[in-house]
């Protein structure tokens, strides 16, 4: 497999459900993103891990707890979720930080919709 | 902060004619870096076009070209001979520049392009 894959796809959940959301990355990069897609808003910047490390935390509710386990995989962990949590989901990867080239490489986003 | 603002958030155009995108920025960085990134109908967003601050000449890639104006911080994109799989959601974004350890990348709201056959 070449670039970021993203499972689920798709994931429905009740607002009592923990469910995670799992991003692996194949271009050996050191960085690696979760972003927030809702419709007619900004793209969102949840949280940013460089080589293992959180970096950027953007004052996300803790309802939403990131994991990195290693530079090539990245985990969203999902509990007590809200019904306006629902919407595309992004994990993204870059060479580096991205003041540095700027360039993302984005999966293909889970889709949650919270019930 | 700095703020990406799209103010056209949705777009037609005919097939093989162009069109322009428009996207202005706020910031008070002198250097920096802007983007457009392209998200197609359920598949994943990809960049289209880059922009350092710095350099005068406005960046082209293919039938993609931008036009950057640094003192009135507008960076509008132009699509040539626009085709049907141009079709997408159209993202500005703005990274400043810090060598290692700038991570944010602010992005527009979008704008929604659909080329017409």
């Known amino acids: 497999e070449t670039g970021v894959t993203q499972t689920p796809r798709h994931l429905v959940m009740g607002m009592t459900n923990k469910k995670s959301l799992k991003c692996e990355q194949h271009?050996?990069?050191?960085?690696m993103y979760w972003y927030k897609q809702s419709a007619k808003k900004p793209l969102e910047l949840m949280f940013v891990?460089?080589?293992?490390?959180?970096?950027e935390n953007n004052s996300v509710p803790s309802r939403f707890s990131p994991e990195c386990p290693n530079s090539s995989h990245l985990f969203l962990h999902l509990h007590t979720l809200q019904p306006e949590d629902s919407a595309l989901y992004l994990c993204?990867?870059?060479?580096?930080?991205?003041?540095?080239?700027?360039?993302?490489?984005f999966g293909e986003g889970s889709r949650l919709t919270v019930l | 902060a700095q703020t990406v603002t799209q103010s056209q958030p949705e777009m037609s155009v005919q097939e093989a004619e162009t069109v322009t995108l428009s996207c202005t920025y706020d910031t008070s960085e002198n250097n920096y870096y802007l983007f457009w990134y392209k998200q197609p109908p359920s598949r994943q967003m990809i960049l289209v076009i880059r922009q350092e601050a710095y350099k005068q000449q406005n960046a082209t890639e293919n039938r993609f070209s931008v036009n950057f104006q640094k003192a009135a911080k507008s960076f509008s994109l132009k699509i040539s001979d626009s085709q049907l799989g141009d079709t997408a959601m159209y993202f500005c974004?703005?990274?400043?520049?810090?060598?290692?350890?700038?991570?944010?990348?602010?992005f527009g709201k979008g704008t929604k392009l659909s080329v017409i056959p």
């Open positions: 891990y460089s080589l293992e490390e959180r970096v």
């Open positions: 974004a703005f990274s400043p520049y810090s060598g290692a350890g700038s991570y944010q990348l602010t």
């Open positions: 271009l050996g990069h050191n960085a």
């Open positions: 993204a990867s870059s060479q580096d930080s991205t003041g540095v080239t700027g360039e993302l490489f």
